[in-house]
């Protein structure tokens, strides 16, 4: 082989490894990243738990926590989505899944949109969860003014209980469910009545991370 051409192979193997190597060190991060908003953004409304439990009002304090954690947060998932969609092969399972948990808590509800459009063609291919794509889903159609296709989402009633947020009829709701693996929509709410009780409610809103990761052969 020419010398030239040899040294010209070299040097684009080279190139490539070196792509190859940062862009998976970035993978890397952006997975940590998202985990550790993910972690902070729990914490958060594990104390935000302790005065819905009580309908108490939540104090001034943590309302102006709530918004300045909300932006911090965006920041880093935005800052994470200019390398690509969150998907589960660039940033793991449990990173896609915190990176859709950040996305559903913000309230900018042109972002949720522009992210579920995104989701969707990810999904099409199995690189989202579909019950992360369904709880996204929801979330639009609920902003948008439309009943849930999932029944992915409550909210909680003067005596601080989680009522369903407004559903299409369940029959088809639960058969769409179930042909993704989730439990019925009755299961889930009596699921999350125990939980708010029991000053839960930040994980009432949660999917079964574990069990997914364990069918993956995963671990948290």
């Known amino acids: 082989m020419n010398v030239s051409v040899m040294k010209r192979s070299l040097a684009l193997t080279l190139t490539l490894v070196s792509s190859a190597a940062a862009m998976a060190q970035v993978h890397v991060t952006d997975r940590l990243n998202l985990l550790g908003i993910e972690m902070c953004d729990q914490e958060l ?36 989505m200019r390398h690509g969609f969150p998907t589960i092969s660039r940033v793991g399972l449990d990173g896609s899944h915190a990176a859709f948990t950040i996305a559903l808590h913000s309230t ?9 459009k995104q989701a969707e063609r990810w999904a099409k291919k199995g ?22 296709c999932f029944g992915m989402h409550f ?11 407004p559903t299409e009829p369940m029959v088809a709701v639960n058969r769409r469910r179930i042909k993704i693996g989730l439990p019925t929509v009755q299961e889930s709410m009596r699921k999350a009545e125990v939980m708010v009780k029991n000053g839960r409610w930040h994980m009432a809103e949660r999917w079964n991370l574990n069990e997914i990761l364990a069918d993956n052969g995963e671990s948290r």
């Open 45 to 80: 409304r594990q104390r935000m738990s302790t005065f819905i439990q009580t309908c108490s009002p939540m104090p001034e304090a943590l309302h102006n926590e709530k918004a300045m954690r909300e932006t911090m947060h965006m920041s880093v998932l935005k800052s994470v």
């Open 108 to 116: 900018d509800h042109r972002f949720q949109a522009d992210f579920l």
């Open 127 to 148: 690189e989202v969860h579909p019950w992360d794509h369904a709880a996204m889903f929801d979330r639009v159609r609920l902003n948008q003014g439309k009943k849930q």
């Open 155 to 165: 909210h909680l009633s003067a005596n601080c209980m989680p009522v369903l947020s």
